[in-house]
C-alpha cells in the first residue's frame, strides 16, 4: 500500500514537472500514466462529467481520481500531493528569476514553441476521451472501417451534438447540462 501510493506520489510529481499547458494539456499523460494503476479507459472518461461539478482544475481532479481509483484515499492524497507540488516550486523559482528573463529571445521563442504542442496534447486528450464516450459498447475505433453504423452509440452521439448545441448556441451552463446529461443517460442507457 505505501509502495503504491509512493509510485503514485512520484508519477504524479513527474507529470506536473513535464507537463505545460494546463490541466487539460495534461489529460493524455495522466490518461496513459493511469492505466499503469489499472485504470480503465471508461473510468477515466468519467473524470471529464465528475470534472464538471467537482470545483479545482482538471489536472488536481485527475489526480485525485486516479489515485482514489487506484489506492482509495491514500492514493488520492499521494496523487493529489504529487501534481500539485512541482507548480508550488515552480511558481517560486520563475517568480523569482522572471524580471531578468522576461525580454529574453530564447525564452520568448521556447514558450511560443510550447504554445502549439499544448493545443495538440489538449486534442489528443478530447479525441480519445471522445471515442471512449461514443462508442457503442465492446467497439474500437478501427471498427468504423468494417461496421460504419454499428461503431458509434446512437443515444451518446445525440446527447453529445444537443449539449453542445445547447451550450454554444444558447449560452446554456455546462454544469446544468451535465447533470441533465447524467440523468438522462442514467434513465436511457441503464
Not at 47 to 69: E, F, H, Q
Not at 149 to 178: D, H, M
Request: hydrophobic share 60%.
Amino acid at each position: 500500500m505505501i509502495i503504491d501510493c509512493l509510485n503514485l506520489f512520484i508519477t504524479f510529481v513527474k507529470l506536473g514537472f513535464l507537463s505545460f499547458g494546463g490541466g487539460y494539456a495534461m489529460l493524455s499523460m495522466i490518461m496513459s500514466e493511469a492505466q499503469r494503476f489499472s485504470v480503465t479507459p471508461a473510468q477515466f472518461a468519467d473524470l471529464n462529467a465528475l470534472d464538471m461539478v467537482v470545483p479545482g482544475s482538471i489536472s488536481i481532479n485527475a489526480a485525485t481520481y486516479v489515485g482514489y481509483l487506484a489506492r482509495g484515499i491514500p492514493g488520492a492524497v499521494s496523487a493529489t500531493i504529487g501534481v500539485s507540488l512541482p507548480s508550488f516550486i515552480l511558481t517560486v523559482l520563475i517568480m523569482r528569476f522572471f524580471v531578468h528573463f522576461k525580454e529574453n529571445f530564447w525564452v520568448d521563442a521556447t514558450l511560443s514553441g510550447i504554445k502549439p504542442a499544448a493545443v495538440g496534447l489538449i486534442a489528443a486528450a478530447a479525441v480519445q476521451i471522445g471515442a471512449e464516450v461514443l462508442l457503442a459498447e465492446g467497439k474500437r475505433i478501427t471498427d468504423v472501417f468494417t461496421d460504419p453504423f454499428g461503431t458509434f452509440s446512437v443515444i451518446c452521439i445525440i446527447i453529445f451534438v444537443l449539449t453542445a448545441v445547447l451550450n454554444i448556441r444558447f449560452k446554456i451552463n455546462p454544469i446544468l447540462l451535465t447533470i441533465l446529461a447524467g440523468v438522462v443517460g442514467a434513465f436511457v442507457l441503464a
